[in-house]
């Protein structure tokens, strides 16, 4: 489930509205290929809605100078903070929905665990690789 | 009026992302009645297509496997032959009269391009479809056992609902006595399945065989499904019975589909005594 990468690296932008229906788009593409109803597309659109309070939570500030910003130049504690929250809310949601049954929660909390750690290594691994450094 | 277009203009945000929602809820909704034909699933041309291109290649990593388990399945076959062919022997006034033969099931090939066993509702999905004469709820088994149950169909593709799907319930029974039971699957294991509902008077023991039991008008009786792996007895009822599955769910590609001739007839008749 490392797609959600998408959320972290685009662009912050002030058009938010194609960024969300982009967002809607890719998860309902993940759950055609693997048969998991809407619940993806769901879970990251909800993500992709709640990134920028989240953003600007972790950053500790109120406003944002939206063309100068870019992730790579945030600290590194602070990018992982920000990968790690989104992560978890997306992936709680996408197996609380897949599950479906309050019997089960414990399940939900160790996958959703599990599942986070790997996929917070792996996109920050990739963050930090694979964009350009412009400084 | 001029209120109204404000607050849209306002909350446009908010209100794409409410109908996104929405939206993604009414699919996920949709998905989680069975019978009804879903609107997102892989059985669609374009997933189908990628899905299939990318078999393709990765078949040929297999081809050495498939053999074995054709082979293996020959000489299965090839047993049951030679014991067909000692019995018209040793009562050689075996009359075959053709009138009375009937065939009640039908076995077509389709191989799967798709398959999960990580999640938790599970699904394949194999490189036939409607044109071929598949339609939703045939079994689909291959050489070791059984696999699932189709549950959509497109022109050239289908989706399986896997054993290994919290929804998928199979009409089972043991090998040595006839009291049957269900086949679910907790989502924990994708090699463990478990029974329930197999009353309280049968007699489980360890290693016992787990066949299919032909009450679903869905499968043949007889296929093999696994072994029991342990279980517990308490409060005089069986309260879990594992069961090792035969098949390795995470390595299959060859898959037979099992068309039941008479389903229509047994169904109807069985309708008719429940509406009586």
Redesign the interface.
Known sequence: MVYIAWVFLYPVKKT??LF??LS?LL??SI?????????N??AI??IA?FRLPILMAVLRKSDLDYTQFNLKMLSVNRIVLFISILTIIHHFIVFS????SFREFL?IITNTVLTSIFTILISFLGITLFTKKNR | MRQIIYFIKKF??FL??IV??T??????V???SFQQS?F???A?S??GG??NKVNAISAFFYLKKDNQLLSEENVRLKNLLEEKENKFVLDSFTVIDSSQYFQKYNYSVAKII?N?FT???N?L?INKGARHGLAPDLGVINSKGIIGVIKNVSSNYA?VLSLLNTNSKINVRLKNSNHFGTLVWD?KDYNISQIIDIPRQALVKEGDTIITGGKSAIFPEGISVGVVKDFKYEHNKYQIINILLFNDMSAISEVQIVKNLHKDEQITLEQRVVNE
Do not use: C, M, P, Q
């Not at chain 1, 759950?31 to 619940?39: K, Y």
């Not at chain 2, 939206?23 to 996920?28: K, P, Y």
């Open positions: 938010r509205s969300l229906v809607f998860g309902i759950d055609f290929f693997s048969d998991s109803g809407g619940v597309a769901f659109t909800f809605y929905l897949e599950y479906f399940n | 446009r945000y794409l992302f996104l929602e939206l993604a809820f009414i699919v996920i949709h998905d989680y879903k997102v699933n892989s669609n374009i997933t990628v899905y798709n999960n999640k938790r509702n699904f999905t989706t989502g």
